[in-house]
């Protein structure tokens, strides 16, 4: 038998990895980091060229609760996640046989953010997984127009 991570590490880098590409598909620069941080991901907004420290978690689904979708946003000293951790937090629902679906908003320094399932894609601000040229093409075309041509001499 192979010996292999817990499933909950497991979870916990998929989701992260999932976050991480939904990012960069909406146009986000994720920036990797070497040490040890109270966020998981750096990125780069791409309209306002802002930084934005993220934490990521994994979404639940409550079945006790009508189905709720739940992000508990604690540490793993059981405290919250304040605004010099993090500026936004992404929920990552994995299920199982699924694409993952990735939703994004701000740290309000909670413990736990709910929604309903239904509500999910209004309250939240979902990341498309599919990646978006457009965004990127788009960019070009502004820098470009920016930037004056080099005229020959």
């Known amino acids: 038998m192979v010996q292999t991570a817990h499933i909950s590490e497991v979870v916990g880098k998929y989701s992260e990895l999932a976050a991480r590409l939904a990012l960069l598909a909406n146009g986000w620069t994720v920036h990797q980091s070497e040490t040890d941080e109270a966020y998981d991901v750096l990125a780069q907004d791409p309209v306002s060229g802002d930084y934005a420290r993220i934490q990521v978690k994994t979404i639940r689904q409550r079945m006790d609760r009508g189905g709720d979708l739940v ?30 679906r990735v939703y ?49 001499v």
Not at 74 to 93: E, F, Q, R, S
Request: hydrophobic fraction near 45%.
């Open 104 to 152: 994004m908003f701000e740290n309000r320094c909670l413990t736990e953010y709910w929604c309903g399932e239904a509500r999910a894609a209004e309250r939240w601000v979902e990341l498309p997984l599919a990646l978006n040229r457009d965004i990127y093409t788009v960019s070009a075309a502004v820098i470009t127009e920016e930037l004056p041509l080099p005229t020959a």
């Open 71 to 100: 992000v508990y946003a604690k540490k793993g000293n059981g405290t919250i996640y304040d605004l010099a951790d993090a500026d936004y937090i992404i929920g990552v629902w994995v299920i199982e046989g699924e694409v993952p």
